[in-house]
């Protein structure tokens, strides 16, 4: 079973906050001892978090579910009940994060970006927090927060400095395995590699750089013809494109025609592909005796090679090494890494029914209060939806007067400013 999986669906689960606690001091010789109910502690947030140490996504492919833990409730006597312990999900460096509709969400590329995947719940304020001079004896407290709970889609685009890109059974995986240590499956039929593989270059001097063998492309490989979006969405992120090119006899297109093919491709999947650095290198020249030079079946070729014989090989390695210092040396200094927390929407008014439903996290808490049948309860929850101004979005989404409206499991109807 292959053990690299670059892309997978996630189901996260954020912590619920706790209740906050409805209590009043009761000792020897305190006649009315005042509320002292505790607040209930925050549900843990999932985190996504890239790590240099994870090379694909084969943990989610199994168990796809990560959730966070639960705060505890608030007690009396002003005990807090403990946050819920936070969840980091290890993802690799280059992964893509998308909701169910392919709307990219973040994209960690560097060790240590995180991406807020679920927030957890905040925690209800206990009895104690709503003592003001008018409300001497409050006897409600607020509920948690459900957490947030939601399916997101992670995709791996590979990290790498140079991508070998060529047709099926040109030599890919050969090259790599003779220039790395890598070790990719190698046959003489097409599409022996179907996943990418990753390899470390070490020159004499001690410089370094990671190589990608991609799956054999062809023609339509932009459109989805032989699973080719898929392997072009690692070339994305490469510094630097190796255009093999056949020149074994036995090859479906001459060199000029599979170059074209290729540029075409890069093309219609990211334009901007074409204004990498490249290096455009005949291989398999042990099948072709006599093709030496800069030219071969009428394709411009910067190295002619053979990874099986071994010819051109150290003058690929120092031109590779050459086009990655000069594409590294363009880059911006590194920052430090990137933090992505959504931008969380207030409230909304949409049709429900013959009704209306107001959604929205903020709205949802100015309701959640753990007994609305006492009137200075309902009061608050008023207070609060007036200060949001739920009840002017109401009016202006066309709320009429006994229409039912329902905020989170509140359900009342309508009234108009006057009439109220």
Known sequence: MSQFVDECNLHVKAGDGGAGSVS????????????????????????????????????????????????THGQGKRRHGAAGRELLAPVPEGAVVLDRDGTVLADLVRAGDRYLAAEGGRGGRGNARFLSNRRRAPAFAEQGEVGEERWLRLELKLLADVAL????????????????????????????????????????????????????????????RGLGDRFLRHIERARVLCLLLDLAPVAERPPAEQLEVLLAELAAYQPDLLERERVVIGSRADLAPGTDGDRAGGAELHLTVSAVTGTGIPQLTGRLADAVRRARAALPEPGQFVVHRPVRAGYQVVREGGGWAVEGREATRAVALSDLTRPEALAEAHRRLHRLGVDRALARAGAKPGDPVRIGSLVFDYEDDEAS
């Open 24 to 71: 009043f001091r009761r000792e020897a010789h305190v006649a009315k001892g005042g509320p002292d109910g505790g607040d209930g502690g925050s549900g843990g947030d999932v985190w996504l978090v890239a790590d240099h140490n994870v090379a694909s996504l084969l943990a989610f492919k199994d168990h796809p579910f990560r959730r966070a833990g639960d705060g």
């Open 165 to 224: 890109v060529g047709f099926p059974n040109v030599g890919k995986s050969t090259l790599i395995s003779r220039i790395s240590a890598a070790k990719p499956k190698i046959a003489d039929y097409p599409f022996t590699t179907l996943e990418p593989h990753l390899g470390v270059v070490r020159l004499d001097d001690g410089y370094e750089f990671v190589v990608a063998d991609i799956p054999g492309l062809i023609e339509g490989a932009s459109e989805g």
